[in-house]
């Protein structure tokens, strides 16, 4: 199984702060990674997929980097909404495997 | 629009079974497989299987493959997942997911099963 290995577990930031969340696969994935945000109590929702591109309709403040087995996610300016947890995940190969998240709290 | 619907919660003792259901709308279900997740509380995503709606193919994660079947209704847009043998850290809200071999881009609302004695 390829396992993703996401960091950091946690963070603290506040309105309008830029934060950056690493994803790193045990081997090569190409582009076949997604990021999703979960609020509490609710389903995952993608955002991007391709390790790069946004679904239609997300914000442009959410910015997926990187290819192979290193990936990053940017939220350039974090609003409201986005304290949230993240999860990268791959789907390159089965089993579909996710980071472990990382939850981005209020400062 | 696209939506998957699933089944209420449940409550099951340890050892029995639960079956939950996953109804698709607003696309041609029979074009895109379905995967299986689950979240126990305050953990992260696990992936249990697919299932290709038209074909009923299945490919389970090695973890589940004695105790999760996966089944498909297409006269109802509807596929299933049996879990048996329940323990309590099966305990979890469980998701469907629309599954085009690719991101997962559409996801049911969760069903929280609970096994407990």
């Known amino acids: 199984d390829i396992q993703m290995t996401q960091s950091p577990s946690s963070l603290s930031a506040s309105l309008g702060d830029r934060v950056t969340i690493t994803c790193r696969a045990s081997?090569?994935?190409?582009?076949?990674l997604g990021w999703y945000r979960q609020k509490p109590g609710k389903a995952p929702e993608l955002l991007l997929y391709?390790?790069?591109i946004l679904l239609e309709g997300v914000p442009s403040r959410f910015i997926g980097t990187g290819s192979g087995t290193d990936f990053t996610l940017t939220i350039s300016s974090l609003r409201p909404e986005d304290f949230a947890t993240y999860y990268c995940?791959?789907?390159?190969?089965?089993?579909?495997?996710f980071g472990r998240g990382t939850k981005v709290d209020i400062k | 629009q696209v939506q998957l619907v699933q089944s209420g919660g449940e409550v099951k003792k340890p050892g029995t079974s639960v079956r939950v259901s996953c109804k698709g709308s607003?696309?041609?279900?029979?074009?895109?497989?379905i995967s299986w997740l689950r979240q126990a509380p305050g953990q992260g995503l696990e992936w249990m299987g697919w299932?290709?709606?038209?074909?009923?193919?299945?490919n389970d994660a090695q973890k589940f493959k004695d105790r999760v079947m996966l089944a498909t209704d297409s006269a109802t847009d509807t596929v299933y997942m049996e879990m048996k043998n329940l323990r309590s850290d099966d305990t979890a809200v469980y998701y469907c997911?629309?599954?085009?071999?690719?991101?997962?881009?559409?996801w049911g609302q969760g069903t929280l099963v609970t096994v407990s004695s």
């Open positions: 299932i290709d709606p038209d074909t009923g193919n299945t």
């Open positions: 997911a629309r599954d085009p071999s690719g991101p997962l881009a559409y």
């Open positions: 995940q791959q789907y390159d190969n089965v089993p579909r495997t």
């Open positions: 081997q090569n994935i190409g582009h076949y």
């Open positions: 607003g696309y041609e279900f029979a074009k895109f497989g």
């Open positions: 391709g390790a790069s």
